[in-house]
DNA sequence: AATCAAAACTGATAAAAGTCATCTTTTTCG
DNA sequence: CGAAAAAGATGACTTTTATCAGTTTTGATT
């Protein structure tokens, strides 16, 4: 399981319209790209550790990557899951603080490792930039209070549902014909996005299954019936 | 229940020196505080509703605001509490969003307005104030990841002794011997800052109290036992 | 002080979800 | 390929917590 570096110029990056490093200019952006280090992890390689301190910021270029907390008895919460285009580690860079989560590869990863100095060097420089950060930065938080409330008073079975949308409008397919969520997840795995037990996860998906509203296909999961699905997660009424 | 306007200078303000505005440069703190409205709000009175658009930041100089969403059958989760030197409504306003919950008054509050104009131009004028402010969301951020681990995984028994541990440390009195909460909550509303039914809060409480851990006055809760108490929080082993 | 409303409390019950044990299927890897 | 491990699935059982219905207490208002 060694690293293998590799080496991509960021303005050729497909992923370079979906990141917030579109539309700077053309010298931090070179600034950035000089600096940075590419690297392909496999499946299962951690990126960080919750408790260390960062030391740069990755961007992803491929695959996925789950960002997660482990509490005492080794239970764990998935916080988000990262694809390319997006940021990993600017929370903890940002506040200067530690690693509040751990980073680990979902699916063959390639990662770019901006350090610390030039990141902030462009942010600095760039007025433009960091307020774009910062919006990204506040949506994100708003999406978490969204997920917040959801698990104080959602159920599991509504829960699992809107996570199962969810998971189809961020990892489906471009196009509104997409219903298969490009990502093959573990019940286990599941279940800590959802916030659950593994096996109340799969017997929650069988019902699904036996519903129509969901079929497995290999790894993954389409959604058959959107509607039905976002009734049972609530969204919709009758 | 009319609005009644004071006025402080911000220079003379009793909680500057909490707020994110301390070392702003006399310029700066000029504009804020030449621009800024300010209005006594009573208990019930709400600051701002979600679902629309901010213009502009509130900054809080006396009494407390809950922050919550209500869910779809009308239960609410309050987010956070704010307290003298807290800004409120920040996040919608850097993300350029509606509001997301709604802020209403738990103790008679004293609140300055700074409109979005003003803010965000001593926001772009001065990058070492945005850089606070950045710092301080993601502080924010990794607190709300906590808080979201906590949900998935805690029982309700260990949240509410979490969170009577935290709402000693953030609203008891300054000095390591305040163990009095300064914040009059109802059970309802405790119920939603835990995340739970009102009665199971009363039930949790009234046990707590039985074992020592904390007792009543007034309207208000004081932790005895605080080393018991991160006991039930799961926070210490054995 | 009497009245009313809201908040606090209590008990009974039911539903939801976790845990544990076991079994089957799939995947991994020497 | 075949063994071992991991993931998926199922059933029985228990615990936790929500819900509902009702009572008591407190506080506000006239």
Redesign the pocket.
């Known amino acids: 399981m060694a690293k293998v570096e590799f080496n991509i110029a960021c303005t050729l990056c497909d992923h370079l319209k979906d990141s917030l490093f579109n539309g700077l200019n053309p010298e931090d952006m070179s600034r950035i790209n000089n600096h940075k280090t590419c690297i392909q992890y496999k499946k299962g390689q951690n990126i960080f550790y919750e408790g260390t301190r960062p030391t740069g910021l990755y961007c992803m270029n491929g695959g996925k990557v789950k960002v997660y907390k482990n509490n005492v008895?080794g239970?764990e919460f998935i916080i988000y899951i990262a694809k390319p285009g997006d940021f990993l580690g600017y929370r903890a860079l940002l506040s200067e603080d530690f690693y509040k989560a751990t980073a680990t590869v979902l699916e063959d990863a390639k990662i770019c490792f901006i350090p610390k100095e030039s990141f902030f060097e462009v942010l600095q420089k760039n007025p433009v930039f960091m307020r774009r950060v910062v919006q990204a930065v506040c949506n994100e938080m708003g999406i978490m209070e969204e997920k917040l409330a959801e698990l104080a008073h959602?159920?599991?079975?509504?829960?699992l549902a809107a996570n199962l949308l969810m998971l189809k409008e961020t990892y489906g397919m471009e196009g509104e014909g997409s219903t298969l969520i490009e990502l093959a997840?573990?019940?286990?795995?599941l279940?800590s996005i959802v916030?659950?037990?593994?096996?109340?996860v799969?017997?929650?998906?069988?019902e699904f299954k036996n519903d129509g509203l969901i079929t497995?296909e290999?790894?993954k999961i389409r959604v058959l019936d959107a509607r039905k699905l976002a009734k049972q997660a609530d969204l919709i009424i009758a």
């Open positions: 008895q239970k959602k159920s599991v079975r509504e829960r997840l573990s019940r286990e795995d279940a916030g659950t037990a593994t096996e109340t799969i017997r929650l998906l069988s497995f290999g790894k």
